[in-house]
């Protein structure tokens, strides 16, 4: 089996048919495999959730910073100076005992890509996209969430126009951490609402 061939058996069905497609535009030179190539290395290096992460370690210790972030999301993440340019309308909810948020967008995948990157395959699944609305407390508990019955979970629907971000709440035992060790216990999943942070002892020293 030559290298392109064994290459070529890893990859996904999809991953194959985005491969044949972008080489079938390529040679009508329609797109530049170059900025391809540089716009998935931008939102893989650059921009990601990392950038989210240091947006909630800067709201669990700075009361002012989180007041505004909660107030006008685009503003006090654009005042940060972490990204060029932060969507239009970004709306930040936080998830505090006894309620919980959670974000979907049940018409396509609208996701706040400068602040979270990529969006994962599963949160543009039409099964995720259906059943969050539908079963939201049944979702959740797949993503291993199980929350008390009287937690009440709203169900946000992101727009091209409007995009969430969760703030999830600190984890216990976290007390005088630097931002940078905070920022390592926030997922991807948790400003989606879909998950927790890590807890304490999961981050060393």
Same mark, same amino acid.
């Given at each position: 089996m030559s290298p392109d061939e064994h290459n070529h058996s890893e990859l996904s069905p999809v991953q194959l048919r %985005?491969?044949?497609?972008?080489?079938?535009?390529?040679?009508?030179?329609?797109i530049d495999p170059a900025a391809l190539d540089l716009? *998935?290395?931008?939102?893989?290096?650059?921009?990601g959730p990392h950038i989210g992460a240091g947006v909630?370690?800067?709201?669990? %210790?700075? #009361?002012?910073?989180k007041r505004a972030l909660l107030a006008d999301a685009t503003s006090a993440i654009a005042a940060?100076?972490? #990204?060029?340019h932060v969507g239009d309308?970004?709306?930040?909810?936080?998830?505090?005992?006894?309620?919980?948020?959670? #974000? %979907?967008?049940t018409l396509c995948s609208c996701y706040p890509w400068d602040v979270l990157?990529?969006?994962?395959?599963?949160?543009?699944?039409?099964?995720?996209?259906?059943?969050? *609305?539908s079963d939201p407390r049944g979702v959740l508990a797949d993503f291993g969430v199980v929350l008390p019955e009287d937690t009440q979970i709203r169900v946000w629907d992101s727009t091209a126009e409007t995009r969430f971000l969760v703030v999830p709440p600190r984890p216990a035992g976290t007390e005088g951490?630097?931002?940078?060790?905070?920022?390592r216990l926030v997922t991807r999943d948790c400003m989606i609402?879909?998950?927790?942070?890590?807890r304490a002892e999961e981050i060393p020293t």
């Open positions: %985005v491969r044949a497609l972008e080489t079938i535009l390529s040679a009508k030179g329609y716009i *998935v290395e931008r939102y893989q290096t650059r921009i909630i370690a800067r709201a669990w %210790v700075d #009361v002012e910073f940060l100076g972490v #990204v060029n309308h970004l709306i930040a909810i936080e998830n505090v005992p006894g309620h919980h948020d959670m #974000v %979907v967008c990157g990529l969006p994962p395959v599963w949160y543009k699944s039409a099964a995720y996209r259906s059943r969050a *609305v951490w630097p931002e940078e060790r905070l920022a609402g879909t998950g927790l942070p890590r």
